[in-house]
């Protein structure tokens, strides 16, 4: 399975100043507890907004970046979007493989992904980064959504989208 995971605000904005919009414990523990243990795919800016520029702990961590200079250690470094795309497909043979953004990462795996896990953050965090809205792409379907909670003092519900014509890599 390949799965995005992600939160965005009502405008399905995602990041601002290479940083998340919102301070979410609750989402946080979600994020941590369903990729822990899996492979998670991110673009360097992602990697580098990370506490210490560290990668996650107890996952596999590929990271894109596109000069071959920037290698960094602890994770499986690629190059191009051909090789990371060649990664994803090897790795989710055995695997649940997380693409944990950012937002040139996300768009770009779109077509690949079987499933979003999607938390809807009910405030405008002012982004300047954005995810595709699902609402508008037919192959996308809204097949799970929670209660809403409070995160905080921020409404969040967390979604599920299917992919219904995902393309083999
Ligand atoms: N809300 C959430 O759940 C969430 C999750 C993750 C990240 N974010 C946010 O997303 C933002 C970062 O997103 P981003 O789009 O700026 O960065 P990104 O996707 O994390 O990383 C982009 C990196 O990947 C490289 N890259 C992208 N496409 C490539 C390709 N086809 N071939 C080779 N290299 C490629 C870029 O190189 P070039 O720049 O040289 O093209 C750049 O180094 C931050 O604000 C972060 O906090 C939000």
Known sequence: MIISILNCDKKWGIGKKNGLLFHLPKDMEYFRNTTR??????????????????????????????????????????????????????????????????????????????????????????????FPNLDEKPEFECVEESETILDGKIEIKFTRYVNKHKMTI
Not at 38 to 43: D, I, N, T, Y
Not at 70 to 93: A, P, Q, R
């Open 37 to 130: 243990g899996h492979v998670v795919c991110m673009g360097e800016n992602t990697l580098l907004s990370f506490p210490g520029q560290k990668p996650l702990k107890n996952r596999t961590n590929i990271v894109l970046s596109k000069d071959e200079n920037h290698n960094y250690e602890g994770v499986i470094n690629v190059h191009t979007f051909e090789d990371f795309l060649c990664k994803i497909k090897e790795y989710s043979e055995n695997d649940t493989v997380y693409i944990i953004g950012g937002a040139s990462i996300y768009s770009q795996t779109l077509p690949y992904v079987d499933e979003v896990l999607l938390t809807k953050v009910n405030a405008d965090g002012k982004a300047e980064v954005f």
